[in-house]
């Protein structure tokens, strides 16, 4: 992405960044459709329930291991590369409009400014046409991770992506919508914002800065502000 030479001088010292996957796209509940329907196939009935116990938070093959263990069989590769390929497509399928909080809030804090992180599962070609509308504004940076559980990224992921903003952990804020997130991010050092959907809102976010309904509450533009002390 080309940004002016006056803006690229500018040293930017906090950041803030969004689990793309789940704050926006919706990723949990995709994700429950995607193992719902793969255990659907081998005969194994799962409820959301039986999901946020077994799968959320866990690797993908232990957890379908978990949901399948009952039924005295184990997941097999077959599986596992079919119920991350159904959510990747759903996720890759999705685009973010140029009227969706996010962009309000990335164009707010990169007006500071303030270094937004866009952190996905998806594929660079694929990340790159379903948050085009965000790509467009100066100090966003795109963030392609490769290992994830399900629902969050592990702490690892967060330290490399702390490294990836080129800034200290603790001076980035973390957005995250479930408590494996949450206490991911809070283990790489960094602050965070919790933004629950309705399979994540039970959860418990203790550590958490914050935590939101929903990303277009007015207050997490200041929440944001308040943790970066800006």
């Given at each position: 992405m080309a940004i002016s030479k006056k803006k690229s001088k500018q040293v930017i010292t906090k950041g803030c960044v969004i689990e793309m996957d789940t704050v926006v796209l919706g990723g949990i509940p995709h994700m429950y459709g995607a193992v719902r329907d793969e255990l659907a196939r081998q005969q194994v009935p799962l409820d959301e329930g039986t999901f946020a116990r077994f799968l959320l938070g866990t690797y993908l093959e232990n957890g379908l291991n978990r949901a399948m263990h009952a039924a005295g069989r184990r997941a097999t590769t077959?599986?596992?590369?079919?119920?991350?390929?159904?959510?990747?497509?759903?996720?890759?399928?999705?685009?973010?409009?140029?009227?969706?909080?996010?962009?309000?809030?990335?164009?707010?804090?990169?007006?500071i400014p303030v270094r937004v992180g866009l952190l996905t599962l998806l594929g660079h070609e694929e990340a790159m046409r379903v948050f085009e509308p965000l790509l467009d504004l100066p100090h966003v940076k795109l963030i392609c991770e490769t290992q994830a559980v399900v629902g969050s990224f592990p702490r690892d992921a967060w330290r490399r992506t702390s490294a990836t903003m080129d800034m200290a952990d603790r001076l980035c804020v973390a957005i995250v919508a479930a408590a494996a997130s949450n206490k991911a991010a809070l283990a790489a050092s960094m602050p965070t914002i919790v933004v629950p959907d309705a399979m994540t809102d039970y959860q418990d976010f203790t550590g958490a800065q914050y935590v939101f309904e929903k990303l277009g509450d007015d207050g997490v533009l200041p929440a944001v502000k308040q943790v970066l002390r800006i």
């Open positions: 077959e599986m596992v590369q079919n119920v991350r390929s159904a959510y990747l497509a759903q996720l890759a399928a999705a685009s973010v409009p140029e009227n969706h909080p996010v962009v309000a809030l990335a164009k707010s804090l990169t007006g």
